[in-house]
């Protein structure tokens, strides 16, 4: 996983505004959540691509995504390591390692040391910051 870097996809606030939907527009640019359990994705066991709903990036591939019991769609390793970047987020009173698109800089979700082998990772992600492609 990379650290921060400047996104290579950059928009005006207004760009940002008219490209996604509200709901959109507030996760992934406004750093939002939303709650567990009501969100694309989170139960679904379809085979395929997730990608970035703000740039079209491929961020997560369906056979590692599982059930973390957490409300939101979980993996233990994205596509490739330079598709995400990391940040340190010590909002809400507790310190988190936020995750973003490296495209665009859009925020995801967050990662945590407590997934699955082989990696030991849990990405928890927005299901509105991603976008799905089914693959037979």
């Given at each position: ?5 400047t996104p ?6 207004a760009?940002?505004?008219?490209l996604?939907s509200p ?5 992934l640019r406004q750093a939002g959540t ?8 989170w ?9 970035c709903a703000?740039c079209?990036?491929p961020?997560?591939?369906?056979d590692?995504?599982?059930d973390?019991?957490c ?6 390793e994205a596509?490739?390591?330079d ?8 909002t809400?009173g ?8 490296a ?5 995801l979700?967050h990662?945590?040391p407590?997934g699955?082998?082989?990696t030991?990772?849990?990405y928890?992600?927005n299901g509105?910051?991603m976008?799905?492609e089914p693959m037979a």
């Open positions: 996983m990379s650290e921060a870097t290579k996809i950059q928009k005006t606030d760009e940002w505004r008219e996604l709901e959109q527009y507030r996760i939303e709650r567990a359990f009501t969100g694309p994705f139960n679904s066991k379809e085979k395929g691509l997730y990608s703000a079209g990036e961020l997560f591939v369906s590692t995504k599982f973390s019991g409300g939101w769609p979980s993996y233990f596509v490739n390591p598709a995400i970047t990391e940040l340190r987020d010590t809400h507790m310190v988190r390692t936020e995750v973003r698109c495209n665009c800089g859009g925020h979700g990662v945590f407590d699955p082998p082989p030991g990772l849990r928890c992600i509105h910051s976008t799905f």
